[in-house]
């Protein structure tokens, strides 16, 4: 069946950059998503891209996706503490249902002040 | 706006023991789903309902019942728990096919379940 993986933990200092990364197999994924979890809380939607998108940015977050190696990417410009968090990667497509989604491990991003 | 709440808490069960989730939604939502959270492996699906009077199996449903008897509410039940149930679940519901961006899905606070 369809697998999103991502890398357990990341940490970085405060006002660097953060890259969280995403690999899938579903080669007919129509939506890719990015969830952020704070402690304690459900998930809530941070950005979208559509697969015919190479890119999106929006303020200090920047989503890559490289459909060919179904490599999907978070940066996050200037990592604030708040930031500390566990980020989800996603995908639906249209075959299965553009609702059902495939969530990837999390990833735990750290922010050291 | 609630937007998605859910009941209760936390909860300690005994292996055996049943007990219902309730999860309520003041969105006008069609859709709803129930996942559970286990550490090093993301959210799992395990039922979900795309109308009031409609559920269908995701992932990993067993061991766990669902119902939709209302548009606003969707229970999860499980009839006999067992420690391999221990574990976080959120509800969630989106939007369905009413032409607004329909693929978001707001998720609840979760609740917090032990077995032993």
Same mark, same amino acid.
């Given at each position: ?39 304690? *809380? ?34 996050? *410009? ?6 500390? *968090? ?26 050291? *002040? | ?116």
């Amino acid at each position: 069946g369809e697998d999103v993986e991502q890398s357990l933990f990341l940490s970085v200092r405060e006002g660097d950059s953060s890259v969280i990364n995403c690999t899938y197999t579903d080669s007919s994924s129509t939506y890719l998503y990015w969830y952020k979890q704070e402690p304690g *809380a459900g998930l809530q939607l941070l950005t979208y891209i559509f697969s015919n998108m190479d890119m999106k940015q929006d303020q200090r977050l920047t989503v890559l996706l490289n459909k060919k190696d179904k490599h999907l990417s978070l940066r996050i *410009a200037d990592t604030q503490t708040g930031d500390s *968090a566990i980020y989800f990667c996603a995908e639906s497509d249209s075959l299965t249902g553009t609702y059902k989604y495939i969530f990837g491990t999390g990833t735990r991003l750290k922010v050291l *002040a | 706006n609630a937007g998605v709440t859910q009941t209760p808490k936390f909860r300690v069960l005994k292996t055996g023991q049943s007990m219902t989730l309730l999860c309520a939604q003041d969105m006008n939502h069609e859709y709803m789903y129930w996942y559970r959270q286990d550490p090093g492996m993301g959210l799992r699906l395990i039922h979900y309902s795309v109308g009031e009077g409609t559920t269908a199996k995701g992932e990993v449903p067993d061991g766990y019942n669902v119902s939709r008897l209302k548009k606003q509410n969707f229970l999860l039940g499980l009839e006999s728990a067992a420690p391999s149930q221990t574990s976080v679940y959120f509800c969630a519901s989106s939007y369905g096919s009413s032409g607004r961006f329909t693929y978001e899905q707001y998720f609840g606070p979760g609740t917090r379940l032990t077995v032993t």
